[in-house]
């Protein structure tokens, strides 16, 4: 019933851009604070950023400046816009919905930075 889904991960230059979505399905979507985060193979899973209902956000140090999160509340999507790829970027991203005590996570979509 719940569901998310995300898209845009692929292989890009260290430099390059990417812009990931998050796709919300069975839940009252503008009710709920959206995250990305990202795991890389053999690490934790870390938050890359958040943003509620309200449109506060909060990013991680190492992406300050480079990622942008939005989101469209009538297309019940989220966005991360990331700019300056970095090889430390290499992750699975996945995306996090939140509504107290609900939690929802997505797949996972890989982004890879390398040259």
């Known amino acids: 019933q719940v569901q998310l889904v995300e898209s845009g991960g692929g292989l890009v230059q260290p430099g390059g851009s990417l812009r990931l979505s998050c796709a919300a399905s069975g839940i009252i979507f503008s009710t709920y604070t959206m995250a990305w985060y990202r795991q890389a193979p053999g690490k934790q899973r870390d938050l890359v950023v958040f943003?509620?209902?309200?449109?506060?956000?909060n990013y991680a140090d190492s992406v300050k400046g480079r990622f942008t999160i939005s989101r469209d509340n009538a297309r019940n999507t989220v966005y991360l816009q990331m700019n300056s790829l970095k090889p430390e970027d290499t992750a699975v991203y996945y995306c996090y919905a939140r509504n107290f005590p609900s939690t929802h996570w997505g797949q996972g979509t890989q982004v890879t930075v390398s040259s």
């Open positions: 943003i509620t209902g309200g449109g506060s956000t």
